[in-house]
């Protein structure tokens, strides 16, 4: 079966550098959320996406913005980076409609140096 | 606000005991739902079960079950003869019912770092 697909999995990056993730969710999905896991922390929500439309925002920094396309994947851009944003970052998707449980992404683990 | 605790920051049995990992939670709402992840040494969050407020049946799959107790609210996860493979961080989470106006995000518990030691 389809499931979220991250890319990439893997991004190291300089500090003040920007970076975008990418989520693609499973088909007829229509709800993104984005999470920030910092090292042996819990996940955290950053921001929430429903039919392309913002939903729900968390503890998302000024410097990160994301949003939900047409075709329904999803972006997070993160720009004036800090070492404190080295994390792994995950997407979910889930069906409101079909009131399905979030599935994750693999994750895309960000070095910031 | 909504909140999870997983007191138990660490456990380390031996193969083949049982494990019993603990959740409490809060919440003002009538209507939530009880999730397990599985996060393995691989990083990526498996779902294993979620659980709507108003179902307080426990549910077994294979050798893991869970016994939801809304009294206490509490919603433990229970491992019968652990295998090494199941070494992983488990987390607990905790979201409002999903509506059709929105979504509804989780939030975690700490974790529980399970070793299976041979």
């Keep these: 079966a389809a499931g979220v697909i991250q890319s990439p999995r893997h991004l190291i990056k300089e500090k003040r550098e920007t970076a975008t993730l990418k989520c693609y969710p499973i088909p007829r999905h229509d709800t993104v959320y984005w999470y920030q896991q910092g090292p042996g922390q819990d996940p955290q929500f950053l921001i929430s996406f429903y039919e392309k439309m913002q939903s729900d925002k968390g503890s998302i920094p000024d410097r990160f913005s994301a949003q939900q396309f047409s075709d329904y994947h999803s972006e997070l851009n993160m720009s004036s980076l800090e070492l404190g944003d080295s994390a792994l970052y995950f997407c979910a998707t889930a069906g409101q409609r079909m009131n399905t449980e979030a599935f994750f992404g693999q994750g895309t683990r960000l070095t910031v140096v | ?118």
């Design chain 2, 1 to 118: 606000a909504q909140k999870v605790t997983q007191a138990q920051t660490e456990i380390s049995v031996v193969e083949k005991e049982d494990v019993t990992l603990d959740c409490v939670y809060e919440t003002r709402d009538t209507t939530y739902y009880l999730f397990w992840y599985k996060q393995p040494p691989s990083g990526e969050l498996v779902f294993l079960i979620r659980r709507n407020s108003f179902d307080e049946q426990n549910e077994i799959s294979g050798r893991y079950s869970w016994n939801f107790q809304k009294s206490t609210s509490s919603f433990n996860f229970t491992i019968t003869a652990s295998q090494v493979v199941d070494s992983a961080v488990y987390f607990c989470a905790l979201s409002d019912r999903p509506s059709i106006q929105g979504a509804q995000k989780l939030v975690f518990g700490q974790g529980t770092r399970l070793t299976i030691n041979p």
